[in-house]
C-alpha cells in the first residue's frame, strides 16, 4: 500500500517566525500553581495585578505530629461504588476510622503518582488501592485535579467576596523534569477530563517542571530567606553553629513564627544572592522530592536574569518513599514477607497508621543522633501478628537476626539511629552517585551555587551527604520551608512562562521518510523501486537532537503531502531516541513513541499536490504542532499524541 509513503518536501530548518508568539493572551486575573506530589500536594496563587505576592493555601484540618501541614497528603479516598469522597488529611482520618469490615470495601490510594513515571503509560494504565482492588489511574487524577480546582476556587471566592470564574485562572501544573511526554501529556487529559480547562482553550493550562520552578524562585531569594550550608551559618540573622541540623531548626522556628500570614513577598530585584551572580554564572537545582530526583543546570543571562538550560535534565526515581520501602523491606526481614502481605489487605488502615508513625521518625533522623527512635506498633498489628504465627511480636523481634531493632516495653519498635540510617543510605546513595556523574560532565564545570529543593531536602542525613561530596566545590544553598520552593517557583512561572528562554531536549525525535537511494551510501536491503525510481527507505528525518538547545519559540518546519488526493487524515509516526546520532528508525534504540495527525479533510486544493506545512515547537515544556495547508493558507487541525501507542 503506497497509500502511507510521505515525501518530504526540503526542510526549513529551525526556522524562526516572529509572530508566532503573539498569539492573542486571554486576560487571566490570577494564576493557581498545583504542585501534585508523590507524598504531599498543595497549591498558592498570585493575582497579575500584584505579582509580586504569592499566598499559599489556607490551613488544612488535620496534620500529624512533627510535620509541618502547609501541603497536604497526597491520599485520594473514594466510596465503595467508586465515588470520589475526600482527599489529603480528610481522606486519611476517615478510612482511618471505617471498621475494618467496612473499609476493606472502599479505595484508598497513596503514593501513586510514581506509576506515572514507572510504567509504559497509556490512557488505560490502572492503580492498585490498598485493598487490593484496580482503578483507572486517569480517573483518580482528574478526581485530585478537581479536588484543588474547587478548593482553590472556593478560596478566591471567599477572598473577593462574589463568585470567582474558572476562565479567569491561569492553571499551573508542575511534573518533574525527567518526565517523557506521555505522563506530561497525561496530566494534560486529567485536566481536560475534570474541566480544570478545556481542549479548546489548551493555553489555560500550562505544564511546569518542578526544578525549573524551584530556579525560578530561588533567583529571588533573599539572604534571611536560606541557610547556606557551606558557610555553617543560618543566613537568617541567627549566630553561626556548627551543627547544620540546628541552623535548619532555628531557621524553621523563623519561618513558623511568620506562618499565620501565608503570604510570601517576591521582591521584584532579583534577590541579594544573585547581586553575587554575574553574567554566564551556573547553577544546578536537585529538587529532592518523595518520589523523584530532579536535577536542572541553570546559566542566568544579565540583565533581565532569564535563564538557560544548560544540559538536559535529568535524575529518577530515588525520592524520599525509597526510604519507606526499605522500612517495608526491614519489617519483612523481622515478621515475614507473607504476613506483612497480608497484614497490608486485611488491616489497610492499621498499615497506614504504622507508616504514619514511621513518618514522623523518619523526620527525626540526623547523622550525629545518638538516642534510638521509636516506632508505635499499632494494635492490630501487634494482635493480627499474633493470630497469624501463633506467637508475639517481642518473640520475632528476639529470633530475628536484625540488630539494632528492639523490642520497647512500652510496645514499641526501639529503632538504634545506625538502623534508621541504614535506611536512608541506598537513596541518598543513588541521589549522590548521580550528583557525582552530573558533576563530571564538562557542561557542569565552574558551578557557583547548588540549590537543594523539595521535601526531602529538609533532611539533615541528605544534607550532610551532599556536603560531603561537594567538599566545598560550590556553595549549598537551602531555601527556607524547602518543601514550598517549587510551588512558589510555578506561580510565578505561570506569571511569566517566558524566562527560561533556552532549553536542552531530552531526547532525539524525528520521522521516517523516504529518500533518493545512493549507492554506497545506503544499505541494499533498503532499498525500494517504485516507478523505475530507486528510494532508500526507513530513514530517520531528525527533527531535534538529544540535548541540543532550543529556544523558546523556536519551530522545525516540514511539508508533507497526502499520498491520495482524497485522504483526510494524515498520520506520521514519531520516533525517539536516547542517541543524539540516528540514521534510520531500525536503529538500536529508537522507539515509535508518537503520532502526529493532520486533518487535511475538507479543505479541496486546487493544487495538483497539496503541501501541508508543519511547524513543531520543542522549545517549551510540552512538544506542540501547527500546521497549514500552503496553496490555501488556511490552519489544518495538527495534534501530537503520545498516549495511545
Not at 498520520?571 to 540516528?582: D, G, N, T
Request: aromatic residues 10%; hydrophobic residues 35%; charged residues 25%.
Amino acid at each position: 500500500d503506497t497509500g502511507h509513503f510521505v515525501f518530504p518536501w526540503p526542510p526549513h530548518h529551525l526556522m524562526k517566525d516572529p509572530d508566532q508568539n503573539e498569539q492573542s493572551k486571554p486576560s487571566f486575573t490570577v494564576v493557581v500553581a498545583i504542585d501534585f506530589g508523590t507524598t504531599s500536594s498543595g497549591y498558592a496563587y498570585s493575582f497579575t495585578k500584584e505579582p509580586e505576592c504569592i499566598h499559599i493555601m489556607r490551613r488544612w484540618e488535620g496534620g500529624d505530629p512533627g510535620v509541618s501541614n502547609q501541603k497536604t497528603p497526597t491520599t485520594i479516598l473514594l466510596t465503595p461504588d467508586r465515588k470520589f469522597h475526600s482527599f489529603g488529611y480528610a481522606a486519611r482520618d476517615f478510612y482511618h476510622d471505617l471498621d475494618p469490615s467496612e473499609s476493606k470495601h472502599w479505595l484508598y490510594l497513596e503514593k501513586f503518582k510514581m506509576k506515572l513515571h514507572t510504567t509504559n503509560l497509556s490512557i488505560e494504565t490502572d492503580l492498585h488501592a490498598a485493598n487490593g482492588k484496580r482503578v483507572k489511574a486517569l480517573d483518580i487524577f482528574a478526581y485530585a485535579l478537581a479536588f484543588f480546582k474547587d478548593q482553590a476556587l472556593k478560596e478566591l471566592s471567599d477572598q473577593a467576596g462574589t463568585e470567582f470564574r474558572n476562565e479567569d485562572v491561569r492553571w499551573v501544573i508542575t511534573v518533574p523534569a525527567i518526565w517523557k511526554q506521555p505522563a506530561k501529556q497525561f496530566m494534560r487529559e486529567a485536566a481536560y477530563k475534570c474541566g480544570l480547562v478545556s481542549r479548546d482553550n489548551p493555553d489555560q493550562l500550562i505544564i511546569a517542571l518542578e526544578p525549573e520552578a524551584a530556579s525560578i524562585y530561588c533567583r529571588k531569594l533573599r539572604l534571611h530567606q536560606m541557610i547556606d550550608l557551606s558557610s555553617k551559618t543560618a543566613m537568617n540573622g541567627y549566630s553561626p553553629t556548627e551543627n547544620v541540623g540546628a541552623g535548619m531548626t532555628q531557621a524553621k522556628e523563623h519561618v513558623r513564627r511568620n506562618r499565620q500570614s501565608r503570604t510570601f513577598l517576591v521582591e521584584n530585584v532579583i534577590g541579594e544572592l544573585w547581586s553575587e551572580l554575574e553574567e554566564g554564572d551556573r547553577y544546578v537545582v536537585v529538587d529532592c522530592g518523595g518520589g523523584t530526583v530532579d536535577l536542572t543546570v541553570h546559566q542566568i543571562r544579565l540583565p533581565e536574569g532569564h535563564l538557560k538550560e544548560l544540559y538536559k535534565a535529568s535524575g529518577g526515581p530515588y525520592g524520599s518513599i525509597g526510604v519507606d520501602y526499605e522500612f517495608e523491606k526491614l519489617l519483612c526481614q523481622i515478621f515475614g514477607p507473607d504476613f506483612i502481605d497480608q497484614f497490608k489487605i486485611k488491616r489497610p488502615a492499621a498499615w497506614v497508621d504504622l507508616m504514619i508513625a514511621f513518618e514522623s521518625r523518619k523526620r527525626a533522623a540526623a547523622p550525629d543522633r545518638s538516642n534510638p527512635l521509636n516506632i508505635n506498633l499499632p494494635f492490630s498489628f501487634i494482635d493480627y501478628y499474633k493470630k497469624f504465627r501463633g506467637h508475639s511480636v517481642e518473640h520475632a523481634l528476639r529470633k530475628s537476626n536484625v540488630d539494632f531493632v528492639k523490642w520497647s516495653s512500652q510496645g514499641m519498635l526501639r529503632m538504634n539511629p545506625d538502623a534508621m540510617n541504614a535506611l536512608f543510605k541506598p537513596t541518598i546513595d543513588r541521589i549522590i552517585q548521580h550528583l557525582s556523574e552530573l558533576f563530571e560532565k564538562p557542561e557542569v564545570s565552574k558551578i557557583k551555587f547548588l540549590f537543594l529543593v523539595g521535601g526531602f531536602a529538609e533532611s539533615p542525613l541528605l544534607q550532610h551527604a551532599v556536603q560531603n561530596m561537594l567538599q566545598g566545590r560550590c556553595r549549598i544553598i537551602i531555601p527556607h520551608d524547602v518543601g514550598l520552593t517549587i510551588l512558589k517557583g510555578a506561580v510565578l512561572f505561570g506569571l511569566d512562562p517566558g524566562v527560561i528562554k533556552i532549553r536542552r531536549s531530552p531526547l532525539t525525535y524525528g520521522v521516517g521518510v523516504l529518500n533518493r537511494y545512493v549507492e554506497g551510501k545506503h544499505p541494499p536491503d533498503k532499498m525500494l523501486v517504485k516507478d523505475g525510481t530507486r528510494w532508500c527507505t526507513d530513514v530517520f528525518d531528525t527533527f531535534i537532537s538529544a540535548d541540543q538547545s532550543v529556544a523558546l519559540g523556536e519551530a522545525v518546519k516540514r511539508s508533507y503531502t497526502p499520498a491520495k488526493p482524497s485522504q483526510q487524515v494524515i498520520v506520521i509516526h514519531i520516533y525517539c531516541s536516547e542517541r543524539e546520532e540516528v540514521r534510520f528508525i531500525s536503529d538500536p534504540g529508537v522507539r515509535k513513541c508518537g503520532t502526529l495527525r493532520l486533518d487535511v479533510g475538507g479543505t479541496e486544493s486546487p493544487a495538483a499536490r497539496r503541501e501541508i506545512q508543519t511547524v513543531m515547537q520543542f522549545g517549551d515544556t510540552e512538544i506542540r504542532a501547527m500546521a497549514i495547508d500552503v496553496a490555501t493558507s488556511r490552519s489544518v487541525k495538527a495534534t501530537i499524541d503520545f498516549l495511545s501507542q
